[in-house]
């Protein structure tokens, strides 16, 4: 039985990456955020985040240029910046409409922040 040896190309790369982070992105409760060349899942405990959404104010801008109602707004700002909990995200994100998903990724685009995409 012969083994054939396989290599990655820059494009193989490439593809694969795409895959993983499609994947990755895919298996999260929320979704992916970036800005300035870094990036989180929303809702995530790690501290860019911290730094990017509550430190600068950008999660009250985002939430206030939703029509979400407020015990949501408040839920997601409080569990994203003052008692983070993943968790807690996660389960508010999921209990959303569609179009309230969409609505809150697109107000996180309408302030400078892109949605489900990472640069290489």
């Known amino acids: 039985m012969k083994i054939r040896q396989i290599t990655m190309t820059g494009y193989g790369i490439a593809s694969l ?3 993983l982070l499609v994947f990755v992105a895919g298996c999260a ?3 992916l955020v970036s800005k300035a060349g870094k990036d989180f899942v929303f809702g995530r405990e790690t501290e860019n985040a911290y730094r ?3 430190e600068t104010g950008d999660l009250r801008e985002i939430l206030a240029d939703t029509a979400l109602p407020q015990d949501i707004k408040e839920g997601l700002y409080r569990y994203s910046c ?3 909990s993943y968790e807690k995200v996660a389960e508010i994100y999921k209990g959303l409409a569609p179009e309230q998903r969409k609505e809150l990724r697109l107000s996180f685009q309408g302030n400078g922040y892109d949605v489900n995409y990472k640069e290489c």
């Open 52 to 54: 990017m959404l509550c």
């Open 29 to 31: 409760d929320t979704f």
């Open 17 to 19: 990456s795409a895959f």
């Open 82 to 84: 003052t008692d983070r």
